[in-house]
């Protein structure tokens, strides 16, 4: 029966969507999108029971995996995703890899070695070491990091907005459009609407397109925080660099950078000036090709 093929799985698993693409060895294809909520991944028996989960729902009845290699939001240490792996591994009984989703960026490119850089809501740059250790630089979340990303932006423009209030001077374009988009009256009140946020990351982030729209009428503090975003994330990849891990490729994805002509240029220009070797490409492919050729890999 066809439905007995054995399928090879790659899954990245997202913040907010969770992709599955099986490829069977007769060349049919599976393609499964669906929401992440009930991820886990701080608790290894959760995680690899909801993995266990969404393979069975997605492949066709009777098939089974062959393979299956995950790129999981929120898996940020080795020892972390080995836990998943054994626990994931001990339900399928196949073999299984668990890496963060950013990992899955330099084998969807088609490459063996590089850098993965994500720059959405949130920011995060991954390598690995020539021993092939994994290195993760960034990643602390809105309130702590995240230059670069959507969330980080808007804190850093509300930073600029208040120096500019204590420094007496007028609102400009970045300090009218935060003020509208958070629904206060004043500069002042941003402080409480921030903290305000029940979730940080997605609150803030939503803000964003305000802080390119403030660069592109003019708003010098705006261009800025858009320049100051780009060199963060730079900043990122020479972290790693540092660290031993091969940057002459760096593949970059997440929907802030890719959709912002000035934020990736101001990445580019910072990373030139830093690492002039270093190469940067956008990920025209979906991540989960890179959980694919992942999983192609244990077989």
Excluded: N
């Excluded at 490829?23 to 690899?48: F, K, Q, Y």
């Excluded at 903290?195 to 800025?224: C, Q």
């Excluded at 002459?248 to 002509?261: E, H, K, N, R, Y």
């Amino acid at each position: 029966m066809q439905d007995s093929m054995p399928y090879t799985v790659g899954i990245d698993v997202g913040g907010t969507k969770t992709q599955l693409r099986a490829l069977a060895d007769g060349g049919i294809t599976v393609d499964h999108v669906r929401g992440s909520a009930g991820w886990r991944p701080h608790e290894a028996s959760a995680a690899a029971d909801w993995l266990t989960a969404l393979v069975r729902d997605a492949l066709p009845a009777h098939a089974r995996p062959s393979a299956v290699a995950v790129g999981g939001h929120a898996c940020e240490t080795p020892r972390q995703c080995a836990g998943i792996r054994a626990a994931l591994q001990e339900r399928l009984g196949v073999p299984a890899l668990v890496v963060g989703d950013a990992e899955l960026l330099v084998p969807a490119a088609g490459l063996d070695r590089g850098v993965g850089l994500v720059a959405g809501t949130g920011s995060v740059a991954v390598g690995r070491t020539a021993e092939g250790d994994a290195v993760q630089v960034g990643g602390w979340g809105a309130v702590l990091g995240d230059e670069g990303g959507a969330a980080g932006l808007v804190r850093e423009a509300a930073r600029a907005v208040w120096a500019a209030h204590d420094r007496g001077e007028e609102p400009d374009a970045l300090a009218r459009g935060l003020v509208a988009a958070f629904g206060v009256a004043e500069v002042p009140a941003l402080g409480a609407a921030l903290e305000a946020a029940t979730d940080v990351s997605a609150e803030w982030g939503r803000h964003s397109p305000v802080v390119f729209a403030a660069a592109e009428a003019g708003s010098p503090l705006a261009r800025a925080v858009v320049a100051d975003g780009g060199r963060a994330l730079a900043g990122l990849v020479v972290r790693l660099a540092a660290r031993g891990v091969a940057v002459d490729d760096v593949v970059v994805a997440g929907g802030t950078v890719l959709a912002q002509p000035a934020l990736y240029e101001a990445f580019t220009a910072a990373l030139a000036a830093s690492l002039p070797a270093a190469r940067p490409q956008r990920l025209r492919v979906p991540p989960v090709q890179g959980a694919l050729a992942l999983a192609r890999s244990l077989r």
